[in-house]
């Protein structure tokens, strides 16, 4: 069992940054996609920033070039480096690590942007 703990929130004015981290603690496997996902009310969760399986880097295209995903495998910790922040950023953040039926959430931590 994978249990995954964020932090990082908070609030912060438009045009500020923020960092959040998601730590992994169990059994994680080499191959697991690694993420972050942002849920507004209302809303599904959509993809912000990701690991794939194969290693390679996604961002939603509202995010590129402000935000960049980050980790440390010894620590088994993703982070989200948020820069430049917009209201449109609210949202609850959500770490995900997957791994064909392994699919593990974190409990999520809210970023709140004023503008």
């Known amino acids: 069992q994978v249990q995954l703990v964020e932090s990082g929130g908070g609030l912060v004015q438009a045009g500020g940054s923020l960092r959040l981290s998601c730590a992994a603690s169990?059994?994680?496997?080499?191959?697991?996609?690694m993420g972050w996902f942002r849920q507004t009310p209302g809303k599904q969760r959509q993809l912000v920033a990701i690991?794939?399986?194969?290693?390679?880097?996604n961002y939603a295209d509202s995010v590129k070039g402000r935000f960049t995903i980050s980790r440390d495998n010894e620590k088994s910790t993703v982070y989200l480096q948020m820069n430049s922040l917009k209201p449109e950023d609210t949202g609850i953040y959500y770490c995900?690590?997957?791994?064909?039926?392994?699919?593990?959430w974190g409990q999520g931590t809210q970023v709140t942007v004023s503008s």
């Open positions: 690991f794939t399986s194969g290693g390679s880097t």
């Open positions: 995900r690590f997957a791994l064909g039926y392994r699919d593990y």
């Open positions: 169990g059994s994680i496997f080499s191959g697991y996609s």
